[in-house]
């Protein structure tokens, strides 16, 4: 059972938030492989600023998908907003952390993770103003974040390991592309956010630093594809063919022959020169379909996308994102990822 005042993005409300929350603007469609009347209707998958997912758009740019035979059409979102998108059913697929599939598939809409885009490294941090040097100095201060979501449980698992109980921080609730104007309050001394969001909070408040990254607990928080449940069930062969078109992806980032026009595209994306850029790059550990192959494997550990999660399940549990423990095993599928030689 889900306990709404934390679960921003409710399948009941889905449609209301993303009409009408400026800081959750849907795009027009965009990036559609070309169609005639007699085709099936596209794949539309939702994808949104941050590198392991704005990586998309080489594939998009280079024709990759339609070269692969598969007719997808990628839509452009802020994150929350896709995650209401993809709730209220009018997405097939979103790329997304993959703790906050959890979330959703709580709310009534069963996602099911096919494949982790990357390990977020040093792309998920917390920034603190000046005169705050590490997580010990938030006791007694105020944090911003958005409930809830996988920079929350990076603030709540920097904390443990810093022996600070949740009552010694007050945490203030926020919508994740709102935190850069959020910091600037004098009542706020960190946030917990992702780049290139984090770098614009970094801007707006002279002497801030980084007090903490991902980095510092590998495998706390991967990218991922989730793709909803029935619709996977009718387009598996599709969504191999986006599969490999994935592994082709991560292969021309990591080619050095490739590497700044990979680069080039990224930035270009999102909006932000490509020298700022490469640094997002540099800090996002990519992972092939052999890595995920890896990953897939069921453990107990945070190498582990299971582990991982049952670690997520735990944190909403903690946190009352919803009531009981969900099946995680039920909404991971390695099935896509284990028929790809």
Request: aromatic share 10%.
């Amino acid at each position: 059972m889900l306990n709404k005042p934390y679960y921003i993005f409710p399948l009941i409300f889905s449609v209301f938030l993303t009409a009408c929350d400026n800081t959750a603007k849907t795009s027009v469609s965009e990036n559609t492989a070309s169609q005639s009347k007699n085709e099936n209707p596209p794949i539309t998958i939702g994808y949104s600023d941050y590198p392991g997912w704005v990586a998309w758009q080489i594939a998009i740019d280079k024709g990759w998908l339609k070269d692969a035979g598969v007719n997808a059409e990628f839509k452009w979102f802020d994150y929350s907003a896709s995650l209401n998108a993809f709730a209220a059913k009018q997405i097939d697929a979103v790329t997304i952390a993959h703790g906050d599939n959890l979330v959703i598939s709580a709310g009534g809409t069963k996602g099911l993770v096919i494949l982790a885009t990357d390990e977020g490294a040093g792309n998920d941090l917390i920034v603190a103003k000046s005169g705050i040097n590490s997580i010990s100095d938030l006791k007694g201060k105020t944090v911003a974040v958005e409930k809830g979501l996988v920079d929350h449980l990076l603030l709540d698992t920097a904390l443990t390991d810093a022996n600070i109980k949740t009552q010694e921080v007050k945490i203030v609730n926020a919508v994740t592309n709102e935190l850069p104007q959020v910091f600037m309050s004098p009542d706020i001394s960190a946030v917990a956010l992702w780049q290139p969001i984090a770098n614009q909070a970094l801007k707006n408040v002279p002497g801030s630093k980084i007090i903490y990254t991902a980095s510092e607990k590998p495998g706390l928080i991967y990218g991922a594809m989730t793709v909803n449940a029935e619709h996977l069930m009718r387009h598996k062969e599709d969504w191999v063919k986006i599969l490999e078109v994935w592994d082709r992806v991560v292969k021309y980032i990591k080619d050095p022959a490739t590497h700044e026009d990979a680069v080039r595209i990224m930035a270009s994306r999102a909006g932000i020169q490509s020298e700022q850029y490469k640094q997002f790059i540099d800090g996002t550990h990519f992972l092939s379909i052999q890595d995920n192959k890896t990953l897939f494997t069921k453990g107990t550990g945070l190498n582990s996308i299971y582990g991982s999660s049952y670690r997520v399940n735990e944190f909403n549990i903690k946190y009352g994102v919803y009531n009981t423990k969900l099946d995680v095993d039920s909404l991971i599928s390695p099935e896509i990822v284990d028929s790809i030689k």
